[in-house]
């Protein structure tokens, strides 16, 4: 090999090796080989050996399902106006547990009130007008204040008597006239009758 040869050889190791100790240098020291902080050292206590029991404990990943689900609805709709307990809290059967706005089932209850009162009323003239036509008599019940005794007058017997097969010819009638299923005729015929 001539001179000149090993000359440039050398000279480009040299300037390989002096390019990477700049390099080195100019990117300063690497965090993975910075001098690591001494470990503090671990504390050590003596004790005599003695037998019980160890506990483990294991931990992982996975669901849990209750063996006992209970769902919990209220009776009646509404706004709730207030709850009694607070979330996580264990309660007892029994417990009040919210309270549902009352004016909704209140209103519903005086509107049956006052249907019944207006049942009653009508109920009450009907009896007095059987009872002006000898249809009926109409008694006090011995055993309650608040019912009546019916009793069916020889008139009202014979009524009876003569309204009853002709409530069954004529039920017959519309019966069979809704089952053919003419309306025209149903039409007709119910006008007829009435």
């Not at 007892?92 to 209850?109: E, F, N, S």
């Not at 005794?149 to 004529?170: D, F, I, Q």
Request: proline fraction near 5%; charge should be positive.
């Amino acid at each position: 090999m001539s001179r000149r040869a090993v000359l440039i050889t050398a000279s480009a190791a040299c300037l390989a090796v002096l390019g990477f100790f700049y390099w080195y240098w100019s990117q300063g020291p690497d965090p993975a080989h910075a001098a690591r902080p001494a470990r503090a050292a671990v504390p050590v206590s003596v004790a005599t050996a003695s037998r019980q029991d160890v506990p483990v404990y294991l931990t992982g990943l996975g669901t849990v399902q209750a063996l006992f689900t209970v769902g919990i609805h209220a009776q009646v709709d509404g706004k709730l106006k207030e709850v009694f307990f607070k979330e996580g809290q264990r309660v007892q059967k029994g417990d009040v547990l919210a309270k549902i706005d009352p004016r909704l089932y209140q209103a519903a209850l005086d509107q049956v009130k006052a249907h019944k009162a207006q049942d009653e009323a009508t109920l009450t003239a009907a009896l007095k007008s059987l009872d002006r036509r000898g249809l009926v008599r109409v008694s006090a019940n011995p055993g309650d204040r608040r019912s009546r005794l019916l009793t069916l007058t020889p008139a009202g017997r014979s009524l009876l008597a003569r309204a009853v097969p002709l409530w069954k010819r004529t039920h017959a009638e519309v019966e069979g006239l809704i089952r053919d299923g003419d309306p025209i005729s149903l039409r007709n015929n119910l006008r007829a009758l009435s």
